[in-house]
Structure formats: structure tokens, C-alpha cells
């Protein structure tokens, strides 16, 4: 008869190195605390339906009362009852995947949400910030792009004032003149045709 037993770091490793499911269902869990923008909050973990679903016949502990009070323990090693053992530890919200490297580490999160994601470590952070930076100025330089076409596109469709051969010389002088080079305007000219 085994007493409460909740998993430690060491045996959360092991256990997401013998089994799929085992590591889906943690993937699962540690993601479900991060949001499409990027937010994450470990202390905003949960189950999902479906995995609170599977997991509830597995999660009934014979409970004990002892002089100082209630004591559980489960009955085997099953995946579902090593995944119980998690949730039972605080390891539920001091495990994190590093949002820029993937790796799986161990940490007391702050009390507060991270905007950029968790990290496993500054330069991790530092380069993640860096590439989502690069990337929102992309989408920026995108949404111009494709505001200039549809002006341009007007210019010859609505105002007859150019020619449709015209359409993208006009378009790229006005982008240079809002400090969006040519080449950008080029490389990028199917994502801004189809957007616009
Ligand atoms: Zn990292």
C-alpha cells in the first residue's frame, strides 16, 4: 500500500521518454496555459474535455483517513495513473517548454502571465523576442503592401489613369516612398495579391 505519491521532475522525464501517450497528454496540458497571442500562464493550466474524460476512471484513489488526516494512493503505474501523479505535484505548473528551443525544463513560474511565451533561458528569450519582432514588421510591411496595391490596382481599373502594366512600377514607387523596398514588394507579391 503506497501513501500519497506525487511525481518528481526526474520521473516526469523518464515517463515522457517511455511513452507517446504519456508525453502527448503532457504537451497537452502545458500548451493549454498559452494562448494564440502568445500569452502563457502556467497557473492557467487545465484538462481538456476529452482528457478529463479519459482520465476520470483511472482518478479514483482509495482515500484513507489517517490521525492526521487524508491520505491517498493509487493503485498502479498505468500511463493514465503516472499522468494522475503529475497533476497531483506542483510539477503541473513548474514545467515548461521553451517556447523558442522546445526544450523541457523546471522552473517556480512568476505570478504573472509571460507576454512572449516561457523560456528556458535569457538568450532563448532575447532571440524569440527578436524574431517575433521581425516578424510583426513583416506583417506590417504586408498590410501596407497590399493597401498600395489595391490603390495602384484602382489607379488603372477605376481612375483609368495608368496602364495595368503600370500597376506594379506605380505600386513600388509609392511602397519606396513609405520606406518599403522593391524588393520586398517582389519577393512577397503573391502573399500581397492574394490578401488585397
Ligand atoms: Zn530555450
Same mark, same amino acid.
Given at each position: 500500500?503506497?501513501?500519497?505519491?506525487?511525481? &518528481?521532475?526526474?520521473?516526469?522525464? @523518464?515517463?515522457? $521518454?517511455?511513452?507517446?501517450?504519456?508525453?502527448?497528454?503532457?504537451?497537452?496540458?502545458?500548451?493549454?496555459?498559452? $494562448?494564440? *497571442?502568445?500569452?502563457?500562464?502556467?497557473?492557467?493550466?487545465?484538462?481538456?474535455?476529452?482528457?478529463?474524460?479519459?482520465?476520470?476512471?483511472?482518478?479514483?484513489?482509495?482515500?484513507?483517513?489517517? +490521525?492526521? $488526516?487524508?491520505?491517498?494512493?493509487?493503485?498502479? =503505474?498505468? %500511463?493514465?495513473?503516472?499522468?494522475?501523479?503529475?497533476?497531483? =505535484?506542483?510539477?503541473?505548473? &513548474? %514545467?515548461?517548454?521553451? +517556447?523558442? !528551443?522546445?526544450?523541457?525544463?523546471?522552473?517556480?513560474?512568476?505570478?504573472?502571465? #509571460?507576454?512572449? $511565451?516561457?523560456?528556458?533561458?535569457?538568450? !532563448?528569450?532575447?532571440?524569440? =523576442?527578436?524574431?517575433?519582432?521581425?516578424?510583426?514588421?513583416?506583417?506590417? @510591411?504586408?498590410?501596407?503592401?497590399?493597401?498600395? #496595391?489595391?490603390?495602384?490596382?484602382?489607379?488603372?481599373?477605376?481612375? @483609368?489613369?495608368?496602364?495595368?502594366?503600370?500597376?506594379?512600377? %506605380?505600386?513600388?514607387?509609392?511602397?519606396?516612398?513609405?520606406?518599403? =523596398?522593391?524588393?520586398? #514588394?517582389? *519577393?512577397?507579391?503573391?502573399?500581397? &495579391?492574394?490578401?488585397?
Amino acid at each position: 500500500m503506497k501513501s500519497r505519491n506525487t511525481l &518528481t521532475f526526474r520521473e516526469l522525464l @523518464k515517463a515522457r $521518454g517511455s511513452s507517446q501517450q504519456f508525453k502527448k497528454w503532457l504537451t497537452e496540458y502545458i500548451d493549454s496555459g498559452l $494562448g494564440p *497571442d502568445g500569452k502563457e500562464d502556467p497557473h492557467a493550466r487545465h484538462l481538456s474535455e476529452k482528457l478529463l474524460k479519459t482520465l476520470r476512471p483511472a482518478a479514483r484513489p482509495f482515500v484513507m483517513l489517517t +490521525r492526521t $488526516g487524508f491520505e491517498w494512493f493509487f493503485r498502479g =503505474s498505468s %500511463v493514465e495513473e503516472t499522468f494522475l501523479r503529475f497533476l497531483d =505535484s506542483d510539477l503541473r505548473y &513548474t %514545467v515548461h517548454i521553451c +517556447r523558442y !528551443c522546445g526544450k523541457w525544463f523546471h522552473k517556480e513560474p512568476m505570478a504573472k502571465p #509571460y507576454s512572449n $511565451g516561457i523560456h528556458c533561458s535569457q538568450r !532563448c528569450k532575447s532571440s524569440h =523576442s527578436v524574431e517575433e519582432g521581425k516578424r510583426r514588421v513583416r506583417v506590417k @510591411k504586408l498590410e501596407i503592401c497590399q493597401e498600395v #496595391y489595391l490603390w495602384a490596382w484602382n489607379q488603372w481599373r477605376e481612375e @483609368k489613369k495608368i496602364k495595368y502594366s503600370e500597376i506594379d512600377d %506605380v505600386a513600388k514607387n509609392a511602397l519606396a516612398r513609405k520606406g518599403v =523596398s522593391k524588393k520586398f #514588394y517582389t *519577393d512577397h507579391l503573391e502573399e500581397i &495579391t492574394d490578401g488585397a
